[in-house]
């Protein structure tokens, strides 16, 4: 039954593809196929569900934030992690320096790129790359992950804006690791490949608590998790958080690789696929899909 | 049990008052006693217990905005509300008219003041005040609710700011009801006098999904209680929301009378009193108490 | 001679006037017929030249705060106008209410809206509306400039932004005066009508250091006038005046009734008349004019 | 008796050296002596004036940017240079990002950074630093204007917020050269080391609309020397432009090494040092020199 209502809630979502365009702001991602559409739930129960392009890899982009935070609130703790890097929604585009020029001397959370730059200066001295991504992996339950080179070396060539903002966050005492050291190790935690069904992996482990359903190990710390999926909530969905939040009611993080890891806390993680892009940068029919979801599965966290 | 953590909380955060001030902006809110201290908790399984202060009737300020919110939504209904306010927190101070200015033609949310004042422009030709009062006795379970005269005069003898608002947003062609008419309906909601109780008894009709618990009748449907609840939890804090939402994880909405309510979704009510704010303007002992209780009672959102 | 590049003057700027628009923000402006077009030129040597439509009457709007802003400084002082109003360029939109509420406790400048009306306050209660016009009678040497109550009326009922702007000023302690009959007094002030030739006048006037070339009699003081002309070339083509500045280098003061104040200073005094207008607020074809008179007759006030 | 004046100047000006500060945003500036203090004139007379430690080489820091501007229009042109930079003053701090990010795609003007490394990356790919050092010698009359390698080198390791600038210009597309280049190039312009007679040298050639006094051979554009004199107007002392140009009324140039270039036009160049900074980054005697001198000797662009 529940194959049956996501294969609906694919159709559904499948019109909203046309009103969206792909990401165009690196060359690389400009590639991706606007109609390809996934969509992966893996539930408490051990169940696996797919419908459509599930298997296709593309890149996890800000989706990595999510990881890069729970690492960091692992390796650092959250007193550390929020010395420098703030817990409120900017209220701003999420690549934007207005916020951190005008009134803070740090980014406002850590799912806009200053934030999240941030958050790379704190574990790059500590975890190698390499280290994160078998980390990653696990925590995805999704071995095939790796870094996509060509995404890597287009993201690196039209790195402007991200190093304008890493070096203003040296100036602001905010990056006290090597500038461009970091800026290396962001790209790359951007450039990974994944698939719907890897996110629906890390969203479960989330709806879990930390523990991975499957193994019974735990990956992260209760406390870790709780402040990651508030996060997801709150600041997810770019400048569009607060009315998904409304609608949907799921904490989610998008990327502008058409990936959306979403966690309905307690009962499953759902991963999306679908590279065509509302303007504000998430994937246009994911959305729709997860509205869709949340209705007809109850999955808002306010549901009566 | 419970009674006995209550008073553990109240002693607690009880330290905290001497780092607050009260509110300053009006004269009549200067004249609260600092130290005051109540802590209400109404349960779905109908027990009510109250620590400190709780029958001190104080000025409900902000927390009005909730329940203007719920009835613009059930009188006009969500598409109306929101076609003229955002859904997304501002990221700015409560009484801020930057982004009003610079990026949109409407108000962020409805929880901070350029947004409450559009919310009473939609309800003021639609209800009289007097039915509002009535309304708004049911929804807290507290026939005493009243108007304090001497605190709505002296809000509208130092109104220059929430005009300048008002006209602003007439400008823009969000406010299409008379400004004056509005700014003073807006003003009188400020100025109900309410206890820690009444809001205990709010928060719990919210925790419930708008049936009172008492009598078994439906007093707010249940989208506009999922859209209340949502928006207290992203917004209600003033721009200490985001930070709010992960050390606490209850949807909360503060007002410069001290008071907070607070709602433990399908689980308690939580009304407070404690007139020493912040700098952001929440009750500073306030808060404390909510995030004790949070742990103590594991009432965090996200709860593992 | 010059008569003839003044006529060359107008004709090279007459197909300007398709590419602007009148102004549009109230009804009786919009009435304003496009294609007219005058220039008048009032010389220190006592001869006056006029060509096209210099004895139409039109809205003076703006150019306005260049006479409250000399009252004020006769009335009250420099330190005291410039205690609560800056003398820096906003670099904003005349209107705009974003620098007042961001950084500043004051406006900008005194020829923007929120500068111009805290100038209001300071003379409102000094002298009566009456007088004023009077006074501007004689500065600009034309007895027949009165108030145009249909665009006073129309002002006042589109007043919201400047209403906002005036409790705002209120809020902040920058305006003392009553905010009602302030605004009163600066609509009033925006809606005397004049013409190509009463600006000439008053231009003559500055250019003259206060004096009256024709009397004798000296109306302004050498440093109101000097303050006047300094404030004119930095802050008065609204977001225009730097380049203005540059490429024409004659202190001007535009309205968007369609008139522009310019004092070739030691020289002549331009009124100028066209109601085509850029998307700054400028007459379109008045800044053509004044360019090409500065190059052709060398005005600008840094002329080799 | 013009040299008593200057005395007398420095004299009413040292007392305001102790209510600021060297600047210390590199450790080789912080290392200037804040008591020093020279005035030099040079004057359309051929005669030479100098008070003070007008000997003394220090940081030509911000000046530069008038070097920089004037020989950006030499060699690509006014339309060329303006197409990318605005003329208008930002009404915000020297250094800020805030206006770039928000509403325009390009700095305001050349005299704040962003502008100044724009016109910098104009100018480094056509003409060697070699050779800019050459002809800055000859505009200001000094043959000892070198490199201060140790200002260069402070101002290499402090670099972050200007590197932040340079590549959102990049990301703009408003900065089309190599960064790195252009950095180098704009911070060496910044190190030059320069004495208060380099400054009224230069100054007199302005003043002189272009042409060297001593030599009458033309070093620079009437068009040019025009446009540099009406910028360092409207923007030549940071945000404090519009009130020294009110109260000063004289095209000056101030740079956080302690200099201040004024150009009384067709009567003096004038060069100051001071390194007693006020809190905009302006000399502090050195405006008060200014101020002194310009009614002294009445120098007000718009003196009666």
């Known amino acids: 039954m529940i194959q049956e209502i996501m294969r609906e809630t ?22 991706a196929d606007k109609n390809q ?50 817990m409120e929604p900017s209220g701003d585009a999420f690549n934007s ?5 005008i009134s803070d001397s740090h980014p406002s959370n850590p799912m806009i790129n200053s934030g999240a730059i941030a958050v790379s200066g704190y574990i790059e001295p500590k975890i190698p790359f ?33 190093r304008a903002i890493a070096y203003l966050l040296e100036n602001k005492g905010v990056l006290r690791n090597d500038v461009e050291r970091t800026l290396d190790f962001y790209v790359k935690m951007c450039s990974l490949s994944v698939t ?6 890390l969203g479960l482990l989330l ?32 400048d ?8 949907v009611g799921i904490p989610s993080k998008s990327g502008v690789g058409g ?7 307690k009962k499953m993680g759902i991963g999306i696929f679908g590279p065509s892009l509302d303007e504000k940068g998430n994937s246009i029919a994911g959305e729709r899909m997860l509205q869709y979801l949340s209705e007809k599965l109850k999955l808002h966290m306010f549901e009566a």
């Open 207 to 238: 709806a879990n608590g930390g523990v991975s359903p499957e193994t019974g190990v735990r990956l992260l710390k209760k406390k870790t998790v709780k402040v990651v999926k508030t996060i997801m909530l709150t600041c997810g969905m770019y």
């Open 37 to 86: 559409l996934g969509l992966s739930i893996f539930t408490m129960e051990g169940e696996r569900y797919s419908v459509g392009d599930t298997k296709v890899r593309f890149s996890i982009q800000s989706i990595s934030k999510v990881i890069s935070l729970a690492v960091a609130l692992e390796l650092c703790g959250f007193e550390t992690v929020f010395d420098q890097v703030g």
């Open 97 to 101: 320096l207005v916020k951190l020029e």
């Open 10 to 31: 694919l159709e559904n979502a499948r019109p909203a593809v046309a009103q969206g365009e792909v990401a165009s702001y690196i060359p690389e991602l400009k590639k």
């Open 130 to 162: 390499d280290q994160m991504l078998t980390f990653t992996r696990r925590l995805c339950m999704d071995p095939g992950i790796g870094l996509d080179s060509r995404v890597y070396e287009s993201e690196m060539s039209h790195i402007s804006r991200n």
């Open 196 to 201: 719907a069904e890897s996110l629906a992996g």
């Open 240 to 247: 569009g958080s607060g009315e998904f939040a409304i609608r």
């Open 259 to 265: 990936g959306i890891l979403a966690v309905a806390d």
